[in-house]
């Protein structure tokens, strides 16, 4: 039976390869990057290795199927991966600037970020300042999970201090917002961002 635990250390490579075979709009996306780890070096590892407090998976049967990460402050973790994060990445990973955007691939776009990370607006973080990463293999989909470790996530981040938590989800996914609104997050419309959907809940 699936269960929730903290993440400990020997977790890492788990949240690189559940966040790959997740990352396309919840659908498999091995087969759109040559480097199986730029996704989970964004999204999944730094909070992992950074902030494990608000780190939890899933394990079944001996392996790890699903997690959610994230910070209480996004802000201060900005400036943890910063300090800490990047600069390891950007030796490792040419900045592709000089390639025009159409003629990058799918990896040079994420290398991209590891030289200009995108930073979060302002009229979020202000009233809303932790945020979270969730995914779960398609196996484990549909069956609660979800929602326990949402609350899970939640009683920690509100146990940390924060009063409120955004999210970004990308417009085209549809299924990961209705996933959203049915565990109480709404949408912030007070903030644009083409191709994302901000959502918010207090805490």
């Not at 939890?56 to 991966?81: K, N, P, Q």
């Not at 592709?96 to 776009?109: A, I, K, M, S």
Request: aromatic residues 10%; negative net charge.
């Amino acid at each position: 039976m699936a269960q929730i635990r903290p993440f400990a250390p020997e977790d890492l490579d788990s949240l690189y390869e559940v966040c790959l075979r997740t990352g396309d709009s919840g659908q498999d996306a091995t087969s759109l990057y040559r480097d199986r780890r730029l996704l989970g070096a964004i999204y999944a590892a730094p909070y992992g290795r950074l902030n494990p407090n608000l780190a939890f998976v899933v394990e079944d049967d001996g392996a790890v199927v699903g997690y959610i990460v994230g910070t209480a402050d996004t802000r201060s973790f900005e400036a943890l991966l910063e300090d800490r994060w990047w600069p390891v990445l950007r030796a490792a990973h040419p900045d592709p600037q000089g390639v025009p955007w159409v003629e990058r691939t799918p990896d040079q776009h994420l290398e991209r970020l590891f030289h200009k990370p995108a930073l979060t607006p302002d009229s979020l973080v202000g009233p809303y300042p932790a945020h979270l990463h969730i995914n779960l293999l398609p196996n484990l989909q549909g069956q609660g999970m979800g929602q326990r470790l949402i609350d899970t996530w939640l009683g920690a981040a509100r146990a940390a201090g924060a009063p409120g938590v955004h999210l970004g989800v990308s417009e085209a996914n549809t299924r990961a917002q209705r996933f959203y609104d049915t565990y109480g997050f709404r949408r912030f419309e007070a903030q644009a961002t083409p191709g994302t959907i901000w959502m918010v809940t207090d805490l």
